[in-house]
Structure formats: structure tokens, C-alpha cells
């Protein structure tokens, strides 16, 4: 019994009494002095031990050996459980860091001579070294060496993919990025003064003057033009001054490198996941599109479960994410797409600007002069759109929202793309800050109305040029403004007109009645002149948006509102009051159902600025519409709707027999002298006919009665 008490005892003396935690930090020690011996044999500062530790490591690991200390530097720092936030000290980190450098050790050794690959690996210490020959080896004799190959190049992707916690777009757009950086310093030390990297492409006709340039030994700065045909004609039969010149894109800002602040991608995506399942609904995460302003994780559901199962828990999803709006938005189902789209605010969005929309694919692909950008949308795509296409739009939301930036990356986008010639601006700005500053830009036909009572006259002229353009359109036989300018010579064609509205409400109180009339009128039967209204407000109303307004624009921009009734008025659905504002829009185009969510991008005052300085400074100088023909229009507007019915029948009779009398209204209108007198004084008040020269009949200012009626 004394001799069993004696072993146990023996036993229980030699157990090494060691916490877990205690024993891991012990490991993280000593694996982060292997690292700092490694990296210093690396430079001979670690004595005789360095050196054989180097030729080890060389031995072993090959070309590849600067990895090691690095892959076990971050092993032993995870094993420290240190409570200060490291970056990329994650268990993760440490798993991609290993699986590429087997990879990279096995596929650097696998273009060695097999004859040679071991003598290579185990005394020279190059290529893989024996880990990597070893590696290479089994991989050949199991797939072949083309198997070999295809497994150690795509575990190479897989390991930094898993190191940069990333897919593959986002490495990309990573490696883009530090390829940048690199040629950056590359041109900034290396190559002084010469130019590194593609310049932004020109313009066919650009690229010729510059070629003639060359030619001609002319010297000077490198202006770098956009892409797009440059103009021959200008509007109104008028020969331009002086061939346009497009502004450069150097004039904007360069999008930022900094990019949105999504938190932990997966942890969000396993909390939606099991708070789904919590409330009884089965569905896993497919996809995550990673936009802008929110991250949306696409849902795949089973057969059977209801999508307002999942609607419903907006709410429910909002708490477990911690959203910092306090709200989610859910699009069921995505369009093209038979997923669930979970919308989840960043914590930090990023900015998208002008610059990167106007020089994406998607933009460049785009012809007509009337493009606009309108930004990104959950997945990081370039939305561009043709208001052609639109052909009219309304934009609403509350006051902060981001509604005359999007304007102002309208008013850019065919500034930039479009000469005088192609597109000219009427500007309606009531708030009296916002279009002031345009008034010396040749695209204006105008200058900008800031008094909400000229507004209504402005309308009335546009209404008076689209019947004559439809005359015009009738004598040559065409359709519509773009089969009538492919038929006019140089310097005859028509340029496109957008009416931009910054703030409808104010206008509307003048005269309500009037302006839903004129604005009607316009939306429905202009489309065809090139005439295209850019209506905004931030009283999303039924007496402000009417039903007529909103019947003929069906295409629709939403903001930021504070009520889902707002949302009803603008889209005719919710969704609206859950944006984030600075930007984030509802996007409902006339050939969808259904509204995109995109972020807008953002023009600065200096960006502005700069652009309408170099319009200034072009030879084109504005030139408005004759003043008579829009006061005229004011004082018809001042004199009000026509009391008496047979108004009409008035004006045309004086306009058939070009003179004007009481008698002659007394003999075709059937009337007394009283009625007709009263007549001939309102055609008077309202320009129509001149004043009185005695017994002699009235002079006719007009020739067209649709000008009036």
C-alpha cells in the first residue's frame, strides 16, 4: 500500500500543473522570438546560430523564406490573445498567410527541371526549397502536372482572398489600387517629368487636332479631352464662333481611395441568418453586394415561405444588426433575381463623385448628349440613364436630401458631353442660390428665372416652340427632333431644351391652375420637339404633385422623406422614408415596376465652379431669347384666363383677316358693339392686336393662333 501511495505521489509530481492560456502565450513568446531571430539571420546580425538557422530556412523554404517569420509572427500573436486590436492578427489571417505560401513555395518549384529539382531544393536552397519539391511532387504523381498546376495557382488566390477577407472584385479593385500607388512613385522618382500610366481617352476629332498639332510644330500644354464627338452646327441656323471646345475631366475631383466602412460582413450575415430561423423562416445568404452607401445580402429562401414572412422583420433584423439608422430596408424579391435583397446601412459610406461615373463603361457606351449619371447602386454598378429615354422626370424628397446636388451632376454631366448647339437650359431656381451663378454659360436660352412669377411666362414660350417645331417637323415630313436633324444641313438643326425646376412648390402657389395647364401640356406632347422637364420639390403633396402632373411623368426619383405617405405620393409605394439622405434615392424608371436604390454622385461648389469659369472663358457666348416674345407671354400671364367664350373665336377671326375692329368682330361673332369692344380691349391687354389709330382698323401682332390659344 506504501509503495502504490509512493508511485501516485511520483506521478502526481511530475504533472505539469499549466493553464491553457498560460501554456498558449508561452508558445506566442517564443514563436515571436523565432520571427525576430529569422528576420535578423536574414541580415547576418544573428552570430553562428543566425547562420544556421538562415541555411536551414533556406533549405527548407527556398526563395519563398521571407514568409515564414512573417506567417509565425502572426501565429504567435494570436496566441497572446493580446487585448489591443491588431489589424490582421485573426486566426484567419494566419490560415490564408499558410495556405499561400505552400502554394507559392509548391508552384514556384514546379517550373524546375525534374532532373534538377531536388539538387536545386535540398543544397542550393532556391525555388520552393524541399518543402516546396516535396510539395510539387505529390501533387504531380496524384493530378498530373497540369493538375498540379491548376491546384497550386488557384489555393495562391484562395490564400490571399482569405488573407484580405474579400472576394474577388474586392481584391481586384485592391490590387488595382496598390498597382496605382506603386506607378505613382515609380513616375514620381524614376521617370521625372515623363508620364506613367493611360492617359483618359479623347475624341475622334480631338485626337486630329492634336495629331495637326504635332504637325505644325506647335507647342504647349497637354489638355486632356472627353470623349465625345465634338459638334458641327449650331442652334438656329447661326454659325458658331469658334469649333467647341469639350471641358476637361481634369476639371473634377478624383474619387477617393478610402472606400466604405462595412463592419464584419459575415457576422452580419450569420445574425440575419439565425434571426430568420429564430422566427421560423429558413433561409441562407447567397450572395452580399457591396454598394456604396448599404451592404445587400441576397436571400434564398425555402419553397413555401411567404415573402412577407421575411418583410415583416424589418424591424426584428434592424435590432439584431444594430442598424444606425435603427432601420433596414428589404427588396422582395430582387429584380431578375429570385432572392431576397437585405439592405444594411455601412457604418461609414463611401463618396461616390462625377468623375468616376462619367469615365465608366457604362457612360462612355452612351451616344446621346442627353445622358445623365445618376450614380451607383447596391453592387457598385455605374448607373447612367438618357432622359430621352425618361423622356420627363420629378424628383422629390425632404430638405437636406440631396436633391439640387442631383441637379447640379445633371447640369454637369451635359455640360460635359454637350455643346450649345446640341442642348440648351431654361433654369428655374425660386431659392435664388443655387442656378444664380449660371447665368454667363452659352447653354443658357435664358437667364435663370429666379422670380417664381417669370416662371409661368418661361412655360408658355416653351409651349409656343414646341407647336412651332411641330410645324416644322409637319413641312419636312419628320417624326421627331432626331429624323428632323438628320435631315437639316449645318447650322439648321435643333438643339435639344431642358426645363430644370429646382423647387415646383413655389411655383404652383402662383398660379396652380396655370402651371399644372402649362406643365401637362408640355409632358405630353414634347417629347418628340426635344423638349424634356427636370421637375424637384420638397413638398411631396397632392395639391403640389397632382394627379395630372404625376400621370404624365412616369419617371420618378424619391429622396429621403419623413413619412411613407410622402413615399406613396412620389413612387405610389413605401420605401422612400427608409433612405439614408446625403444622396441615397429611389430610382423608378418608366419601363420598371419597381424602384433601384442608388447612391448620387456628389458635385462640390469648387468642381462647379471650375467647370462654369471654363465655359465663361469660351468664345460661345450665350445668346437668350428675343425679351419681347417673353414679355409679351407676361403680360397674357398678368391679364389672366379669358372671361368671355367666344375669347377664342375672336382671335382667330382677327388673325384670318390680319386687322382687328369691333365691326368685324360684330359681323363674324354675331354680337353687339358692347361685347365686341370688350373683346377688342382684352386682345389688346393681352398683345394680341396694337392700339387704337382712330377710324382705322387695329394692327395684328400675331400670325399664329396657337401661340394664344
Not at 496605382?180 to 521625372?192: D, H, N, T
Not at 478610402?258 to 439565425?274: L, M, P, S, V, Y
Not at 398683345?687 to 390659344?709: A, E, F, H, Y
Amino acid at each position: 500500500m506504501g509503495m502504490f501511495m509512493a508511485r501516485r505521489y511520483r506521478r502526481r509530481g511530475l504533472k505539469l500543473n499549466l493553464k491553457n492560456e498560460s501554456f498558449q502565450s508561452a508558445v506566442g513568446v517564443i514563436l515571436l522570438v523565432f520571427s525576430v531571430l529569422a528576420i535578423l539571420s536574414f541580415f547576418g546580425q544573428a552570430a553562428g546560430f543566425g547562420s544556421a538557422l538562415q541555411n536551414l530556412l533556406n533549405r527548407l523554404f527556398g526563395w519563398g523564406v521571407f514568409l515564414v517569420p512573417l506567417t509565425t509572427a502572426v501565429l504567435g500573436l494570436i496566441l497572446l490573445r493580446l487585448r489591443v486590436k491588431i489589424p490582421f492578427v485573426e486566426l484567419r489571417v494566419f490560415i490564408g498567410l499558410a495556405i499561400f505560401t505552400l502554394a507559392l513555395l509548391g508552384f514556384i518549384h514546379l517550373f524546375f527541371p525534374p532532373e534538377r529539382a531536388y539538387f536545386e531544393a535540398s543544397v542550393l536552397g532556391q525555388g520552393g526549397g524541399l518543402v516546396g519539391y516535396h510539395l510539387q511532387l505529390i501533387l504531380r504523381r496524384i493530378f498530373s502536372s497540369i493538375g498540379a498546376f491548376l491546384i497550386l495557382a488557384s489555393s495562391l488566390v484562395v490564400g490571399i482572398l482569405v488573407v484580405f477577407n474579400a472576394s474577388v472584385d474586392e481584391a481586384l479593385f485592391y490590387i488595382s489600387q496598390i498597382t496605382k500607388k506603386l506607378g505613382e512613385i515609380i513616375q514620381k522618382y524614376l521617370w521625372r517629368g515623363k508620364r506613367f500610366g493611360r492617359e483618359e481617352r479623347k475624341g475622334v476629332e480631338g485626337l486630329e487636332e492634336e495629331l495637326e498639332k504635332e504637325e505644325m510644330g506647335e507647342e504647349g500644354a497637354i489638355e486632356i479631352s472627353t470623349p465625345y464627338l465634338e459638334p458641327t452646327t449650331k442652334a438656329g441656323g447661326v454659325k458658331p464662333p469658334a469649333k467647341w471646345e469639350y471641358p476637361p475631366l481634369s476639371l473634377l475631383n478624383d474619387p477617393p481611395e478610402e472606400g466604405a466602412e462595412r463592419g464584419d460582413i459575415e457576422k452580419n450575415a450569420q445574425i440575419i441568418e439565425q434571426t430568420l430561423a429564430s422566427f421560423g423562416v429558413k433561409a441562407r445568404v447567397a450572395d452580399i453586394n457591396l454598394g456604396p452607401a448599404v451592404t445587400q445580402y441576397a436571400l434564398e429562401t425555402e419553397r413555401g415561405i411567404k415573402l412577407s414572412a421575411i418583410t415583416n422583420l424589418s424591424s426584428d433584423l434592424a435590432m439584431a444588426l444594430a442598424s444606425k439608422t435603427g432601420t433596414i430596408r428589404i427588396e422582395a424579391p430582387i429584380p431578375g433575381k429570385s432572392q431576397v435583397g437585405v439592405e444594411v446601412p455601412n457604418l461609414r459610406p463611401q463618396l461616390v463623385t462625377l468623375k468616376e461615373i462619367l469615365t465608366s463603361e457604362e457612360m462612355t457606351k452612351e451616344e446621346s448628349k442627353l445622358a445623365i449619371a445618376l450614380g451607383r447602386d447596391v453592387s457598385g454598378r455605374s448607373i447612367v440613364d438618357d432622359i430621352t429615354r425618361m423622356p420627363h422626370v420629378l424628383v422629390a424628397g425632404a430638405t437636406g436630401s440631396g436633391k439640387s446636388i442631383l441637379l447640379r451632376s445633371f447640369i454637369a454631366t451635359i455640360l460635359f458631353r454637350a455643346s450649345p448647339a446640341e442642348v440648351r437650359l431654361i433654369l428655374v431656381d425660386p431659392k435664388r442660390v443655387e442656378f444664380s451663378g449660371y447665368n454667363d454659360i452659352p447653354h443658357l436660352l435664358m437667364p435663370a428665372i429666379v422670380e417664381a412669377e417669370k416662371t409661368l411666362p418661361a412655360l408658355k414660350w416653351a409651349l409656343s416652340e414646341m407647336n412651332q417645331r411641330y410645324r416644322l417637323f409637319q413641312e419636312v415630313g419628320a417624326r421627331d427632333i432626331g429624323d428632323f436633324n438628320a435631315k437639316q444641313k449645318e447650322g439648321e438643326r435643333l438643339p435639344y431644351l431642358a426645363i430644370i425646376v429646382d423647387e415646383l412648390a413655389d411655383i404652383m402657389v402662383i398660379a396652380p391652375g396655370e402651371v399644372e395647364k402649362a406643365i401637362t401640356r408640355l409632358a405630353q406632347m414634347s417629347r418628340a420637339t426635344g423638349l424634356h422637364l427636370l421637375l424637384t420639390t420638397q413638398r411631396p403633396s397632392t395639391d403640389v404633385l397632382t394627379g395630372l402632373i404625376k400621370a404624365n411623368i412616369p419617371c420618378r426619383i424619391a429622396f429621403n422623406v419623413t413619412s411613407q405617405v410622402d413615399s406613396r405620393v412620389i413612387l405610389d409605394m413605401p420605401g422612400a422614408e427608409k433612405l439614408l439622405g446625403r444622396g441615397d434615392m429611389l430610382y423608378l424608371p418608366p419601363d420598371r415596376s419597381k424602384p433601384i436604390r442608388i447612391q448620387g454622385p456628389f458635385v462640390s461648389n469648387e468642381e462647379m465652379n471650375r467647370l462654369l469659369e471654363f465655359l465663361r472663358n469660351t468664345p460661345w457666348r450665350p445668346e437668350f431669347v428675343v425679351p419681347e416674345e417673353i414679355e409679351r407671354f407676361e403680360k397674357a400671364v398678368k391679364v389672366g384666363e379669358p372671361e368671355d367664350p367666344l375669347f377664342g373665336e375672336a382671335v382667330r377671326v382677327v388673325v384670318d383677316y390680319e386687322r382687328a375692329s369691333a365691326s368685324l368682330l360684330q359681323r363674324r361673332l354675331s354680337i353687339g358693339y358692347a361685347r365686341a369692344a370688350r373683346l377688342l380691349d382684352e386682345l389688346e391687354a393681352r398683345g394680341i392686336v396694337g392700339p387704337g389709330q382712330g377710324s382705322k382698323p387695329r394692327r395684328v401682332l400675331i400670325r399664329d393662333t396657337s401661340q394664344i390659344l
